[in-house]
């Protein structure tokens, strides 16, 4: 996954043309800037790759989610479903606006599972946020229609899996809003940075005001702009602007390196006893980010984790006891463990997380595997870790 593998001459000569005029902000400065817009220019990119309508470019993919959350009107005591298996910066986005995590369980697909969202909704749902983990997707179809039938938002988190698709949709595109994020071990990244996108045009004005303290952006003098609503700051840089202005010309490029080493991977693991993979819902193609398999149950997983790691095969993960990716060890929300005091309506509205069961989440993710598939491999390199995985992965089940 990591563009960071692939950093060289496109980046640096992008991030010169900022270190020439000085101008590091994304905003004004129109005559010191020698023409150079990277911010906007990457969000005009991006926008066209994605084939969506609009890119707002932020500082972060957290952000992003914080920042499409406000933009669909967000606030506090509203109720956004996510899955047990996903990053922290789920949660964090939803709590920054004062909404309520509802936590619901994960199926073979790795992402929400559809008819425990169903079970979870309430009138006071307002966001079903798939997070399409490790380089495969939600079931969208299944998700869309439940938002349709109950009138929700689909916001989809897509920071793990650029350049995937659903039936035929680049994978952010499907839902009403969708979020990636550039941090420094993402499949393309900016350093830092992330990108709301969406269809919507008043989404898209919301967020790009929002994400700049409520500028409205009209005129050329930026103190005079007016503030029709409250905002933060939210403001991705030119220099991180510019490094994903490179990356993103070689995205496709670094995918099909992604594929070529995920497929060789694959066919060594076809047909080692107790190996299984992770569901792709029909109509998706996976962005190959991450090879995700099943062993029969979680102490065999847990085993043959260590084994790889052992044994020298770096970059497999095993979720499951992970501090940052599983509900398991999130103490410090289930305990609500904040610096200081929440808004009212997390703490009345927050669900009992100790007394709640996720044995469907447990069951799949237990027992998941996940190997990071690295661009800067060699074809001989992939081709012996293939084969040392089948003989390591052999021996233990
Ligand atoms: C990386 C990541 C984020 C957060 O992105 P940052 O840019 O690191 O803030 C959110 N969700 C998922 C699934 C991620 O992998």
Known sequence: MPGFELFGEAEREQVNHVLESGVLMRYGFDGMRNGHWKAKALEEALA????????????????????????????????????????????????????????????????????AVKEAITERTKVIMPVHMCGSMADLRALKHICEEHQLLLLED????????????????????????????????????????????????????????????VGNDRGAETHPFLGYNYRISELNAAVGLAQLERLDDFLAIQKKNYSTLRSALEGVKGVSFRRVPEGGEESYAFLNFFMPDADTARKTQEALTSKGIDGCFYWYDNNWHYYRKWHHLTQLKSLGRLPQAVYDQLPDYGKADFSKSDHWVGRTISCLIKLGWTDEEVNSRALRMREIIGAVS
């Open 48 to 115: 066209k790759r994605l084939q969506v309508g609009h890119a707002q470019l932020v500082s972060s993919g957290t952000s992003a989610l914080t920042v499409a959350l406000a933009s669909a009107g967000i606030g506090a005591g509203d109720e956004v479903i996510m899955p047990t298996f996903t990053f922290v910066a789920s949660f964090e986005s939803i709590l920054a606006l004062g909404a309520v995590p509802v936590l619901v369980d994960v199926d073979d697909t790795l992402t929400l599972d559809p008819h």
């Open 158 to 217: 897509a920071c793990q899996a650029i350049g995937g698709t659903f039936e035929g949709k680049p994978l952010g595109t499907y839902g009403d809003l969708g979020c990636f994020s550039f941090d420094y071990v993402k499949t393309i990244t900016c350093g830092e940075g992330g990108a709301v996108v969406t269809d919507h045009e008043q989404y898209k004005r919301h967020a790009d005001h929002y994400s700049d303290h409520g500028h409205d952006h």
